[in-house]
């Protein structure tokens, strides 16, 4: 869920502008699961840019404090999310933990990195989301821990019906600073991409798994 229209519009336009985001309709990029796709997200490369990132930390600050209050801990997805949400603790001056994908197989054997006290409320910061099963395999781990997760923000969103559908069921609440429909829109308004391009988006995020060129 988009909760500022304006803060989805500048995101999506510096993410266009640092080329986090990338949309080329003609050359699509091959995921990892296997799926051509024509836009590639990494919103890793916002921690290479100090104004941007400041602006994502910061508007991450505000929607935090304006759902959930302050809460105990704030929780990051590995490996994405680290460097953003270290920020996010940061600006709160709150306890910063992360979550790996599964616990190491070695030393103590930590899925969560950091201290965390059964009960403490914790927000999730990830960076990406698009199935959302990597998001919500941290937010089972923090249950697990017997955690109080409150919810969880992301920087973007590629809208799946899948994803909403998997936090729907888990019963966690997911606000992003910016989407997939305020891309296109930003996209087509600075001239990035054509009419006929938005078109061939819009029409790949219906069915990615077997979408073609």
């Keep these: 869920m988009i909760l500022n229209k304006e803060t989805a519009r500048t995101t999506a336009e510096l993410l266009l502008q640092i080329k986090a985001i990338k949309l080329d309709a003609q050359e699509p990029f091959t995921w990892a699961s296997g799926w051509k796709s024509p836009i590639y997200c990494d919103n890793r490369i916002v921690l290479s840019y100090p104004p941007i990132r400041n602006h ?15 809460p105990d801990v704030i929780a990051a997805v590995a490996t994405g999310a680290i460097g953003i949400g270290m920020l996010v603790a ?26 965390l006290s059964e009960g403490q409320t914790v927000v999730v910061i990830e960076d990406l989301i ?3 099963n990597s998001s919500l395999n941290a937010v089972k781990a923090l249950k697990e821990a017997k955690a109080n997760v409150k919810g969880m923000l992301a ?13 729907e069921k888990e019963g966690i609440e997911l606000h992003t600073l ?6 296109l829109e930003t996209a087509q308004r600075t001239n990035y991409i054509n ?8 029409e790949w995020r219906q069915d990615p798994a077997n979408w073609k060129k």
Excluded: C, W
């Excluded at 994502?56 to 929607?63: P, V």
């Design 90 to 115: 940061e600006i709160l001056s709150l306890p910063f933990i992360y979550v790996r994908p599964e616990a190491k197989s070695h030393g103590r054997k930590n899925q969560i990195e950091g201290n």
């Design 130 to 132: 698009s199935t959302g």
């Design 56 to 70: 994502i930390r910061e508007q991450f600050a505000r929607q935090i404090e304006e759902l959930y209050g302050k």
């Design 155 to 167: 920087i973007f969103t590629y809208g799946f019906k899948t994803a909403d559908e998997n936090f």
């Design 195 to 202: 009419a006929t391009e938005a078109g061939m988006l819009r």
């Design 178 to 183: 910016s989407d997939y429909d305020f891309l």
